[in-house]
T-cell receptor, first 114, second 111 residues
Framework: DADVTQTPRNRITKTGKRIMLECSQTKGHDRMYWYRQDPGLGLRLIYYSFDVKDINKGEISDGYSVSRQAQAKFSLSLESAIPNQTALYFC?????????????FGPGTRLTVL | RKEVEQDPGPFNVPEGATVAFNCTYSNSASQSFFWYRQDCRKEPKLLMSVYSSGNEDGRFTAQLNRASQYISLLIRDSKLSDSATYLCVVISLFGWGKLQFGAGTQVVVTP
């Protein structure tokens, strides 16, 4: 089984709808991240969390919110989706012994907002 | 100006040849450097860290040039399976959690 899972893997929705993307991990890592990837722009950090009580805004947090329900779960919400939020979204984790800054990514969620 | 810049490519490389490409970063306080590999529509995966003295991992060699603020990746004896997009990642001393990703360099290895 994958260490970092994301649901759904694909989602098409309409402008104005509320969307939640979920991420779960079995790696036991404290740190979790949400990124979006757009062609030509690379990955950009939306939010990150160093533990359950620690939530931080990333580079592009406007229009997004997150919830860290448990160490293993980190969800991303779009309260009112808009077309320019169409992108590939990745969850990632880091932590543990040794190289703690290595990021382990989930398989991604492809979101289309019409 | 982007904090981390890469030539998007594609770099078309005959199988068995050597290819090299760079990544420039603008924050002089950057401390940690990595190369990730991303296959089409898949998640990025760590390829290798980049150490100050340079390092090798099999056919892959990474170099860091702090004076000119760039890192490089060289792939020797290219395989078809090396076809991917290579992402440069930079972490600044004060940017824990704030990894900066380059947009990636596409490499296409041809038979």
């Amino acid at each position: 089984d994958a260490d970092v899972t994301q649901t759904p893997r694909n989602r098409i929705t309409k402008t104005g709808k509320r969307i939640m993307l979920e991420c779960s991990q079995t790696k036991g890592h404290d740190r979790m991240y949400w990124y979006r990837q757009d062609p030509g722009l690379g990955l950009r950090l939306i939010y990150y969390s160093f533990d359950v009580k620690d939530i931080n805004k990333g580079e592009i947090s406007d229009g997004y919110s997150v919830s860290r329900q448990a160490q293993a779960k980190f969800s991303l919400s779009l309260e009112s989706a808009i077309p320019n939020q169409t992108a590939l979204y990745f969850c990632a984790t880091s932590g543990g012994e040794g190289r703690t800054d290595t990021q382990y990514f989930g398989p991604g969620t492809r979101l289309t907002v019409l | 100006r982007k904090e981390v810049e890469q030539d998007p490519g594609p770099f078309n490389v005959p199988e068995g040849a050597t290819v090299a490409f760079n990544c420039t970063y603008s924050n002089s306080a950057s401390q940690s450097f990595f190369w990730y590999r991303q296959d089409c529509r898949k998640e990025p995966k760590l390829l290798m860290s980049v150490y100050s003295s340079g390092n090798e991992d099999g056919r892959f060699t990474a170099q860091l040039n702090r004076a000119s603020q760039y890192i490089s990746l060289l792939i020797r004896d290219s395989k078809l399976s090396d076809s991917a997009t290579y992402l440069c990642v930079v972490i600044s001393l004060f940017g824990w959690g704030k990894l900066q990703f380059g947009a990636g360099t596409q490499v296409v290895v041809t038979p």
